[in-house]
């Protein structure tokens, strides 16, 4: 009795241990007031290229003394234009001017404003872009909620005067220019936002001349700034199709020399535009519409590179990697998509081919060079994303010609690690290549994720800082990769170890698996870690052979239900700005925003299916299996009968990557990833056990290794040989004991294929 309940309860201190990993998180604070005064100074297209200390000699000594970063614009149109960060600025959340499409350059800042005396000003368009950002857009934006949050605001020139007016048009205070000494007008008002001009164009002399003007300009506010200020310098917008990252300076009281960063992008360096508004008003000690802004307060840390010039050095390398990056992904998974459909052209054939005739006559068997070829291709289909993840690891961004580059890199690294799979001495065993690829995958994205996910951020398998959707933690393809290595691991694993204590085994994997990937610490995927505890839970129930019964899908549910609530729980008692995902959707279901919520997963999902070749391969993989691998003649249905636990994983991975992919607002981007390393592995285990689907083979003579002595001869899902060497012939000399036939049998009609004898 203790020996059957020690899984067990091995399963629920895995279980234990890993939601209270999830919901430990890194100790925040409130910021606290430090400025009676934010001056937020605007240059659109300044890029960390563009500063230096000859052109730029103010910014180059704010730098030096304060605190700076790179600065993501996303706003809600692509790319933003300077109109719509300016907007952006001023409403908190991801705003657009108007619908207007941008097709080469963006159009220069013409924005009316009216000015009925000396004082203030007046937008009479702020009413319909209002409208616009409420009834078209899915965020929810309400321009001008940053004015709204302050009693008076002070705006110098028309781009400021867009990020300054109320909701209804009104600027407080308005100059068209900076005066000759701006002294009393930057003392009205507690918020100043200056337009300085804007830096476009590709020519180095135009851009250094705008980037002087803008540097004089910005003098002239340092000479008039007030006590105890805050000075913010951010290049808050695109000039062209090309986004880019931009330049974010600040400088005064505790904003000393340092790395800017924030909640919202969870990366030392790294801000986003929504991020200013609430930057300003916890400067100044003022509560931040809590429902409208979607950005967090930025602060400091260390570690800055006491050298100026090297540590720009490192904002404008990444910069330069994530314009690459957005070049070179699109070709990566296009060239992989198509690679992977002619790969499933090929195997097809083989699959009809593999099962040798045990008589002798019959259709010739396919070479043996062709199937060799064949399954070291799929060895190298499978981990072509985890090569092009460690390719990030070289600068390959660098060089003039860096898709040819990353294509190198890529190409070596996937040739180097296909040829370790392939040359181990345990490559004939029908199991090996799956779960040495799958095992290799998840540690490779597990590794990067634990060491601070370096490669993902701007990687072409990764996510790009320029897109705005994460900074930090694991992303979506990391994501299903991750997965599907998981539940595979789990289940070769498992594969090896009694019967009774396989769950345990599926569990511990996962378990640890949903830690990397849920815990604030490194993948920061709240997400992703309820998906993949289903997965688990799924694969773990069916582990032991059988079919998913209805009390087995009661206690995965359960078991699902239990990780899942207890995080949500732990993450409920969360101050409200440290929540994660699912606690921020559960509060929004208490105050009737839900609907926002859902609104915006249903647009991104929406955009995810039609926009990504991930989609290609998530629906090449469900074709591929449905009608052919699980075909009689496929050879799946064979796999899962004779290794039972490796069905609990295959299983478990289209349930996890759907749920992620789907709440998490990536369509099927996530079941895409997982399926370029899950489906090349089962069809080359396929054709591993077609292979040797007709040895003859003696029977067990023995108790079943997972059974005790004096139990019951093997049942359904017993291996008496597991994971034997591909096409291995049965002992020589040996006779068969009476009345035993030797060719393995078929599931027939009352037989399922769980209950096939090993081949």
Not at 171 to 182: F, G, K, Q, S
Not at 207 to 230: G, I, K, Q
Not at 324 to 333: D, E, S, T
Not at 686 to 697: F, P, Q
Request: glycine fraction near 12%; include cysteine; hydrophobic fraction near 50%.
């Amino acid at each position: 009795m203790l020996r059957r309940l020690v899984p067990v309860l091995l399963t629920v201190a895995v279980v234990a241990l890993g939601v209270a990993a999830l919901v430990v998180r890194p100790a925040t604070r409130t910021p606290a007031p430090t400025a009676d005064y934010v001056l937020l100074a605007g240059v659109p297209g300044l890029r960390w290229d563009d500063v230096d200390p000859q052109t730029t000699p103010t910014l180059w000594r704010m730098a030096e003394g304060g605190a700076i970063g790179s600065l993501s614009v996303r706003s809600a149109r692509q790319p933003t234009c300077p109109v719509d960060g300016w907007q952006t600025l001023g409403a908190g959340n991801f705003a657009a001017w108007d619908a207007t499409v941008v097709t080469d350059q963006c159009p220069p800042l013409d924005v009316a404003v009216e000015q009925p005396d000396a004082i203030s000003a007046n937008l009479p368009d702020q009413r319909a872009t209002v409208t616009h950002n409420q009834d078209r857009l899915r965020w929810g934006t309400v321009p001008g909620a940053l004015a709204e949050s302050v009693r008076c605001t002070v705006a110098v020139g028309p781009g400021a005067a867009v990020a300054a007016a109320r909701p209804f048009g009104r600027v407080d205070r308005y100059a068209a220019e900076l005066p000759p000494d701006p002294t009393g007008l930057l003392d009205d008002c507690v918020l100043g936002i200056i337009d300085l001009g804007t830096v476009s164009g590709e020519d180095p002399a135009v851009r250094a001349a705008a980037a002087r003007r803008a540097d004089a300009t910005l003098a002239r506010v340092l000479a008039a700034r007030p006590e105890r200020s805050l000075v913010l310098v951010a290049g808050l917008a695109d000039t062209d199709r090309s986004s880019r990252l931009h330049v974010v300076v600040a400088d005064g009281p505790g904003w000393g020399r340092g790395w800017l960063t924030s909640r919202s992008t969870g990366r030392d360096g790294y801000l986003q535009l929504v991020d200013l508004a609430p930057t300003a008003l916890a400067a100044l000690g003022r509560p931040a519409p809590e429902r409208l802004f979607i950005g967090q307060p930025a602060g400091v840390v260390e570690g800055r590179p006491a050298d100026l010039p090297t540590a720009i050095a490192a904002p404008a390398d990444a910069d330069r990697e994530a314009r690459a990056q957005q070049q070179v992904a699109k070709w990566f998974f296009l060239l992989l998509a198509g690679l992977q459909c002619l790969l499933a052209v090929a195997v097809l054939p083989l699959l009809r081919r593999a099962r040798r005739d045990a008589g002798p006559s019959g259709p010739a068997p396919v070479p043996r060079r062709v199937v060799a070829t064949v399954e070291v291709l799929l060895i190298a289909a499978a981990l072509a994303i985890p090569a092009a993840l460690v390719a990030d690891a070289v600068p390959w961004w660098r060089g003039a010609h860096a898709g040819v580059y990353f294509g190198l890199v890529t190409a070596m690294l996937l040739g180097l690690a296909t040829a370790a799979v392939r040359l181990a001495r345990a490559y004939q065993r029908t199991l090996w290549p799956l779960g040495s690829v799958a095992a290799l995958a998840a540690l490779v994205v597990g590794v990067d994720v634990v060491t601070g996910a370096r490669l993902q951020l701007n990687g072409v398998t990764g996510y790009s800082a320029l897109e705005g959707g994460r900074y930090a933690g694991l992303g979506t393809v990391g994501l299903g990769v991750f997965i599907a290595g998981t539940l595979l691991s789990a289940a070769w694993l498992a594969q090896r170890v009694r019967r009774s204590w396989r769950p345990a085994v599926v569990v511990l994997v996962g378990v640890l698996g949903v830690i990397v990937v849920g815990s604030p610490y490194l993948g920061a995927d709240a997400v992703g870690a309820v998906a993949l505890t289903a997965g688990v839970s799924i694969a773990a129930a069916i582990s032991t052979g059988g079919w998913l019964s209805l009390g087995r899908l009661a206690w995965a549910t359960i078991a699902g239900l239990a990780v899942t609530i207890g995080f949500v729980v732990m993450d409920l008692r969360q101050p409200i700005d440290q929540r994660g995902s699912l606690g921020r959707f559960l509060t929004a279901v208490g105050d009737g925003t839900s609907g926002l919520t859902v609104h915006r997963s249903g647009a991104a999902n929406l955009a995810a299916l039609a926009g990504s070749p991930l989609t290609v391969l998530a629906l090449l993989g469900a074709v591929l299996v449905w009608f052919a691998l699980l075909r009689p003649w496929g050879g799946l249905k064979r796999l899962f009968g004779i290794y039972p636990a490796m069905r609990g994983g295959m299983v478990g991975i289209p349930v996890a990557a759907v749920i992620a992919g789907l709440l998490g607002g990536s369509a099927l981007n996530v079941a895409g990833a997982a399926a370029a390393l899950a489906v090349p592995m089962a069809a080359l285990a396929a054709l591993r056990v077609l292979d040797h689907a007709t040895d003859r083979t003696m029977p067990a003579t023995g108790p079943c290794p997972d059974d005790a002595p004096g139990a019951a001869p093997p049942t359904a899902g017993t291996d008496p040989a597991p994971d034997r060497p591909s096409g291995a012939a049965p002992p020589s000399g040996a006779a068969p004991p009476s009345g035993i036939v030797l060719r393995e049998a078929e599931p027939g009609p009352a037989q399922s294929s769980a209950e096939v004898p090993a081949g």
